[in-house]
Each structure stands twice: as structure tokens, then as C-alpha cells.
């Protein structure tokens, strides 16, 4: 298993309302990469953060915004969430030299479900 | 925009048997191309990987080819074993960015005992 952690495990929100979601990278990782996982689909990529900046952005509204904080630990934040959000959320860590690197961890998911 | 085919979307084999699962992508700067593993309910697990200017790796029983030309690239597992049915996922980096992995849509693998 990586060191990557997530919280929460699940989540059931009602469409309209916010949620923020946690991951925790593996120890000496400095890049997070937040994935969206449908069922049944592989995961698309919504933002990267490299030592606390953005570093990349998929094809994902404004209102999935992200954090990332001194330890490197990261926030995805969903406003005004939809039904089609509903998904598993995934987080991945990399890095820890100068330069983000190619190998990326997956921390275990929070489910959200959207009603 | 950038895509990556994965074929097939399932696949069953007898144990002991090889499976072969292929995948293309699109982007002509992709340089990193990864296969994750994931059994149900957990984490995408990453298996192995190849860089763009190496045209084959192997680890133990995996293997993964690249045609760079073609845009192609497979995973290889030979001697199959039930704990090895799970969804595998190829992807590829895009967008320019190290970070965006492009993913397939997933392979169903089932190893019958």
C-alpha cells in the first residue's frame, strides 16, 4: 500500500451544497494530482499542485478549485455540486525532487455520492 | 483533445495462459506511460511503466512495449494467476503536463482457475 491517505472514506451530499475533500501525500512526495473516477471509468485528471502552486488543469469548471498546503497535504473543494458529480475522487502523489516526476501513488478514493 | 484507446474492455483467460491488452493514444508529446491495476473497491495500483525512449521493460511476469511511431503501447502478463483479475488501466501523460495522466477506459481481467 503507498502512504497516501484520503479522508473522508464516503460522502452524500445535496446538489447545490459544497464539499472538501483531504488527501495527504506519501512522506517526501511534494505533488498532488486530484482524478475523478466515474463508475466504470478510468480516472480523469482534474488539477496537479506542485509545492503549493498549480501545476496543470484538465477539462474541469471553476468550481472544482484545489489547496495545497506547506506539508504538501491538499484540499479539493466541488461548489454548487451537480448529480453528475457523483463519483469516486481520487488522489495521487509524486515528486520530491526539484521537478514534479512521472510516478504517481493513489491514495484509496472518497466517495461521493450527490442526490 | 487527447485521447487514449484501450482494447479490449474485457478479457478471459485460463490460468497459466498470457493476456495482452494494447492501448493507443493520441498525443504526439506524450513521453510516460503507466499501467495501473485496480481490484474492486480499492486504490489504481501502479504495476509498471515505460518512458518514451525505451521501447520495452519487464518485471517478472509484466511486460510492457512501446511503438512510438505507431503510438502503441501493450502490457504482456504471462503466466496468469486468479489474483491477477482485476481492471487494468493504461494511460499516458498529455496536455503537455507531466502531471495530467490520460487514462483508458479500463480492461476486465478474469483468470479462470
Known amino acids: 500500500e503507498t502512504g497516501v491517505t484520503q479522508s473522508p472514506t464516503h460522502l452524500i451530499k445535496t446538489r447545490g451544497q459544497q464539499v472538501t475533500l483531504r488527501c495527504s501525500s506519501q512522506s517526501g512526495h511534494n505533488t498532488v494530482s486530484w482524478y475523478q473516477q466515474a463508475l466504470g471509468q478510468g480516472p480523469q485528471f482534474i488539477f496537479q499542485y506542485y509545492r503549493e502552486e498549480e501545476n496543470g488543469r484538465g477539462n474541469f469548471p471553476p468550481r472544482f478549485s484545489g489547496l495545497q498546503f506547506p506539508n504538501y497535504s491538499s484540499e479539493l473543494n466541488v461548489n454548487a455540486l451537480e448529480l453528475d458529480d457523483s463519483a469516486l475522487y481520487l488522489c495521487?502523489?509524486?515528486?520530491?525532487?526539484?521537478?514534479?516526476?512521472?510516478?504517481?501513488?493513489f491514495g484509496p478514493g472518497t466517495r461521493l455520492t450527490v442526490t | 483533445g487527447e485521447n487514449v484507446e484501450q482494447h479490449p474492455s474485457t478479457l478471459s483467460v485460463q490460468e497459466g495462459d498470457s493476456a495482452v491488452i494494447k492501448c493507443t493514444y493520441s498525443?504526439?508529446?506524450?513521453?510516460?506511460f503507466p499501467w495501473y491495476k485496480q481490484e474492486l473497491g480499492k486504490r489504481p495500483q501502479l504495476i509498471i511503466d515505460?518512458?518514451?525512449?525505451?521501447g520495452e521493460k519487464k518485471d517478472q511476469r509484466i511486460a510492457v512495449t512501446l511503438n512510438k511511431t505507431a503510438k502503441h503501447f501493450s502490457l504482456h502478463i504471462t503466466e496468469t494467476q486468479p489474483e491477477d483479475s482485476a481492471v487494468y488501466f493504461c494511460a499516458a501523460t498529455g496536455g503537455g503536463s507531466q502531471g495530467n495522466l490520460i487514462f483508458g477506459k479500463g480492461t476486465k481481467l478474469s483468470v479462470k482457475p
Open positions: 498525443d504526439s508529446a506524450s513521453n510516460y
Open positions: 495521487a502523489s509524486s515528486g520530491g525532487g526539484r521537478e514534479p516526476s512521472y510516478e504517481q501513488y
Open positions: 515505460i518512458r518514451s525512449n525505451v
